[in-house]
């Protein structure tokens, strides 16, 4: 009976063995997942700041381009309104005068769809 109950305490002990295997290599799981974790999180935080970069990079270099842009169309728009208030100066008195005479010299004549009337 000894040696059977000898045979059972060395199986007790080859279990608890195993089960500290088994802890301890879930352990050494777990560890390992939340390592991979980490260093995929760091690896996202990096991708993210170059592409932050990149995009920063970009837009510094093309809006850069857009102020130039509306700077040019600002100085065009101010030279033809300067063309305009020229040509309007030039040409004010002889409108004016165009338009006194239209006003002033009234010739009545029959207009074209108007249709004879039968008395």
Known sequence: MAQNSQGIQTL??????ASKIV?????????RLKDARAEAAKEIEALKAEKNKEFADFEKQFS?????????VNAET???LAEIAEVYKKH???VIE????????VEPTVHVNATPRSS
């Open 64 to 72: 850069g381009s857009a102020d130039d842009s509306y700077g040019k």
């Open 98 to 105: 165009k338009m006194i005479a239209a006003t002033v010299k």
């Open 78 to 80: 101010d030279a033809k």
């Open 23 to 31: 802890t301890k290599a879930r352990q050494y799981r777990v560890q």
């Open 12 to 17: 007790l002990e080859a279990e608890k063995d």
């Open 92 to 94: 004010k008195a002889l």
